[in-house]
């Protein structure tokens, strides 16, 4: 079985969470952070402000099925507006499969591509091994 947690990322030196979400208009979900946050244990602090829109598409529904969700909150005009975001942002699509098989392949249709395009968004995948729902 996989599941799929996806979400739009947008880093940043420039600004923090409020800062962020107040120009995109829409409060960020959780696991978002600000730089020189604090992390758990030794590690060192955040080193970028990290704003994140997850998709609210069940986790067992198809990578496309997640980016409409994220679009339907947040548009890539939206994002894209110019003076929207610092000049030194990056944006993501962050795809997570959780993956009680053998191996794991994440299939991204061309349509999801397009969708990252359309952001202007790099896409980055992460595979766990796991028995559980993320």
């Known amino acids: ?12 030196d420039l600004l923090d969470l409020a800062a962020l979400s107040k120009r995109l208009g829409y409060e960020p979900s959780s696991g978002s952070h600000d730089k020189d946050a604090a992390r758990a244990g030794d590690r060192p602090a ?3 402000t990290i704003w ?3 998709s ?19 548009s ?3 994002i894209l507006h110019p003076g929207r975001l ?22 991204i249709p061309k349509e999801c591509v397009d969708f990252a395009m359309s952001y ?3 896409i980055e995948v992460s595979c766990y091994p796991s028995d559980q729902n993320p």
């Open 1 to 12: 079985m996989k599941l799929l947690h996806v979400s739009l990322l947008i880093t940043t």
């Open 46 to 48: 955040f080193d970028k």
């Open 52 to 54: 994140r829109l997850d």
């Open 56 to 74: 609210s598409a069940p986790n067992s529904a198809p990578l496309m099925k997640h980016c409409e969700t994220i679009s339907t909150k947040l």
């Open 76 to 78: 890539a005009k939206e």
């Open 86 to 107: 610092p000049k030194d942002a990056k944006i993501y699509l962050d795809i997570a499969a959780f993956f009680s098989e053998a191996s794991c392949t994440v299939n």
């Open 120 to 122: 202007h968004a790099e």
